[in-house]
């Protein structure tokens, strides 16, 4: 559960992201660390490439990625609400990682990597 409206919407492109989850992209939106609640579970934690990922231990869903345990913010999937609707992309990031099927949203911001102002844990701004 998100106690706040999330910002930083974005469509990851990047090979990690991909692997991690199966998919194409992955559709990531940021919050205060404070403001997310785990309502039923533990998720469970895997720490890769110096940073942490985490998944629901009864499915498998990926729903956290964070630099440390302690950053100020924590990223999660999008698809991994109840209601994912109100939350569309605002850019598309790491499109050097693209699948070359993969159409993007000519009207969303894109980047070959991620844009230089960092405002949340994983480069999504």
């Known amino acids: 559960m998100l106690k706040s409206r999330p910002f930083g919407l974005v469509d990851c492109h990047c090979i990690d992201c991909r ?3 199966g998919a194409p992209y992955v559709q990531w939106g940021s919050v205060p660390r404070k403001d997310v609640v785990v309502t039923k579970g533990e998720p469970r934690k895997i720490p890769y490439a110096n940073r942490i990922r985490s998944f629901a231990a009864c499915c498998g869903t990926h729903l956290f990625f964070e630099d440390s345990e302690d950053s100020d913010t924590i990223d999660f999937t999008i698809a991994s609400l109840d209601d994912p609707t109100p939350f569309a992309p605002q850019k598309a990031i790491f499109l050097e990682d ?3 099927w993969v159409v993007i949203d000519k009207s969303l911001p894109s980047y070959q990597t991620i844009p230089k102002k960092r405002l949340t844990t994983n ?3």
């Open 19 to 21: 692997r991690s989850a």
């Open 98 to 100: 693209k699948l070359p």
């Open 123 to 125: 480069g999504h701004e």
